[in-house]
């Protein structure tokens, strides 16, 4: 990251105001559009918002969509029955190269619409209800601490993003699928080339391939011995009972995976560079711990990190703050855009715990809201309160540099982030 990009406590809230600029221009703008701050919405979302909030872009694909930027309307539209999430149809506005293809080859089942989706996620609800993740709590909180001591152990400086952030994440979601944990950067390196913008269907395909050739294994040997995990309970209640084929509970798992372990990962580190970089927020959460449950939302709010995965087809013409988005367009709600929009939420840049009816869509809207969340928080929770209580010292080491974004990948994140204490 460049100097010029560098985050501070005053940039954040000046990139994430409601100046509005000149009108946008009729011509399609090229989608995606890079973010000035990590900590906000890119500008141009409030230009959009304010002259044209359901525009026409052109995707890195070359094929044309809409995108939508004001809250009442993204709502709307991720609620209405008559927008798809099948991968499939033909103008399906993936962002990625080879995400449509490997899309439609593996099918994971937030790229389809009911009574497939619905089949699928009511098999993962009953392990992600409130009651159940809040079980999870003690569980979570050996682990963050088992990883923080042995960060603390090593010495600084570390890599922030690989030693805490994605060690967090994907421990948790392999310990509650009962997947061994001996290698948690192969997780993550499965995730960043299928979730990459730039890889092929080819790259996508063997890295997920990759994935998949593991999870078998894991389902067949608990096929013969099932366990107290959930890769035991989906095969047992659903394989065996010929509810599902091997190939669906693979893409099932692995979308869990993927989509579990990545969104978490990139919250954790870029709350953290956020507490950095405005102390005084760290210090009112050291404070005052009980505020930790709030600063979580407000930071799901503000960060916005799936900003760009609710991706939609028209099925039929529907009709949005007075433009027609026609059937068979490809549709995108930016979440980061509602969930930056001043008519919903007061000075939206600003970092507020105190935050109140905080109703943000950081995880989705409708049918396809995210059916982890509850234990995206608990997650959150735990590894932000940890590290605030135990490392009162924690600070960046080195210079901008070592700060590195990821503008290219399907959740907005770090790839590195240098700390010390």
């Not at 100046?19 to 409030?46: H, K, L, M, N, V």
């Not at 309307?73 to 506005?93: G, H, Y």
């Not at 080339?193 to 050739?213: K, M, P």
Request: aromatic fraction near 4%.
């Amino acid at each position: 990251m460049t100097t010029s990009e560098t985050p501070t406590a005053s940039t954040a809230p000046e990139l994430s105001g409601t100046e509005t600029g000149a009108a946008p221009s009729s011509a399609p703008r090229d989608f995606p559009i890079q973010r000035g701050c990590p900590f906000a919405a890119p500008a141009e979302y409030d230009t959009l918002r304010t002259h044209e909030p359901v525009a026409r872009v052109t995707l890195p694909t070359k094929r044309e969509a809409w995108v939508v930027t004001r809250y009442d309307d993204v709502r709307e539209l991720l609620s209405d029955p008559r927008v798809s999430a099948d991968i499939r149809r033909p103008n399906f506005p993936a962002l990625g190269e080879g995400e449509q293809e490997a899309g439609a080859k593996f099918r994971p089942f937030i790229r389809t619409d009911a009574p497939e989706h619905t089949k699928y996620r009511r098999m993962l609800l009953p392990v992600f209800t409130v009651r159940r993740v809040r079980e999870m709590r003690p569980a979570v909180q050996a682990r963050v601490d088992e990883i923080l001591d042995g960060v603390l152990a090593d010495g600084g400086p570390v890599e922030f993003v690989s030693a805490y952030a994605n060690a967090v994440s994907t421990s948790v979601i392999c310990e509650l699928l009962g997947i061994p944990r001996e290698n948690l950067e192969f997780f993550r390196d499965v995730t960043r080339i299928s979730g990459s913008r730039h890889s092929t269907a080819d790259q996508v395909s063997e890295a997920l391939g990759g994935l998949f050739r593991l999870l078998a294994g894991l389902v067949a040997e608990r096929r013969e011995e099932p366990r107290e995990d959930l890769i035991s309970k989906l095969v047992t209640d659903h394989l065996v009972t010929g509810n599902v084929t091997v190939e669906q509970l693979l893409s099932t798992l692995g979308i869990t995976i993927n989509a579990g372990r990545e969104t978490t990962t990139s919250m954790i580190a870029l709350s953290t560079l956020l507490l950095l970089e405005q102390p005084e927020l760290m210090e009112e959460l050291r404070g005052d711990p009980s505020l930790m449950p709030a600063a979580v939302d407000e930071l799901l709010r503000v960060l916005s990190v799936a900003d760009s995965i609710p991706l939609r087809v028209a099925a039929e013409d529907i009709d949005l703050s007075g433009r027609t988005i026609p059937a068979d367009d490809g549709v995108i709600a930016l979440l980061a855009g509602a969930n930056h929009d001043p008519e919903q939420f007061a000075d939206p840049g600003r970092v507020d715990f105190h935050r109140t009816d905080n109703h943000h869509v950081a995880f989705g809207y409708g049918v396809h809201q995210c059916v982890g969340q509850h234990l995206a928080r608990l997650e959150l929770e735990v590894a932000l309160e940890t590290l605030v209580r135990r490392v009162p010292t924690l600070r960046l080491a080195g210079g901008p540099d070592d700060v590195v974004v990821k503008h290219d990948s399907a959740t907005f994140g770090l790839e590195a982030l240098r700390v010390t204490w």
